[in-house]
């Protein structure tokens, strides 16, 4: 390739953008086979597997990813392409890692779209590694879930609170409506509330939908 520059700084500067441009797209991809054998140790799995974590080489790295012995990098992978799947990196999910949270991905949770995937994320953490966090008893572990997305091999914290301490959220599919409802208490109520998070043209839309109802 001829570079075309008519002085030595931009010529340096066109140098520094190709490797930095190089870099940035340099995540691992898993070709077909490894995606197939993840597939079939997973096929006796009580819920269908799409994402797992893995590390740079491609080992698998769930049952509560990572804090302890992490490696350097952390990365998603979506089993259930054919052909390839890029490694999604995302920034967030190891500085969570490094800070010691253990994270599953809920394999219950994942509905996907022709274009986005949304997932939920849940984590914890022993009280000593941050003894100034509020958990929900008094010297009881930090816990959080996040509310992610997943579009064109790139991760999106969509709420990083997605139920609180007292919380749970179910999955729903009813009356033509896909999504989640969160159960939450709100400050000074004893009455459970109840959230929906309803698929609408392909995004998840935030409504308020009254006191929670087991049976709804």
């Known amino acids: 390739m001829q570079i075309m520059c008519s002085t030595i700084k931009q010529c340096c500067l066109f140098l520094v953008m190709t490797l930095l441009t190089g870099f940035v797209h340099a995540e691992p991809v898993a070709d077909g086979n ?9 096929n006796t799995s009580a819920h269908p597997i ?18 302890s012995n992490a490696p350097k990098k952390i990365y998603m ?4 392409a054919k052909e390839s799947s890029n490694f999604i990196y995302s920034p967030e ?13 809920d394999d219950t949770s994942v509905i996907s779209t022709p274009e986005t995937d949304y997932l939920v994320l849940t984590m914890s953490r022993p009280h000593e590694y941050n003894p100034e966090s509020v958990g929900c008893t008094a010297g009881m572990g930090e816990d959080r879930a996040y509310l992610i997305s ?43 509330q109840s959230v929906l998070y309803v ?18």
């Open 50 to 67: 799409k994402y797992i974590f893995v590390d740079a080489e491609g080992k698998n790295r769930d049952n509560g990813c990572c804090s």
């Open 150 to 192: 997943v579009t064109n091999s790139r991760i999106k914290v969509l709420n990083r609170g997605f139920f609180n301490c007292a919380g749970s959220y179910r999955m729903i599919h009813s009356n033509g409506q896909t999504g989640y409802e969160i159960l939450e208490y709100h400050k000074g109520s004893d009455q459970p």
């Open 199 to 216: 698929l609408q043209d392909g995004k998840l839309i935030r409504k308020e939908n009254g006191p929670y109802k087991e049976d709804r």
């Open 34 to 42: 490894m995606l197939k054998n993840y597939r079939e140790s997973f």
């Open 93 to 105: 999910v190891n500085r969570l890692i490094k800070q010691n949270f253990e994270i599953t991905i």
């Open 77 to 80: 992978l979506d089993i259930s």
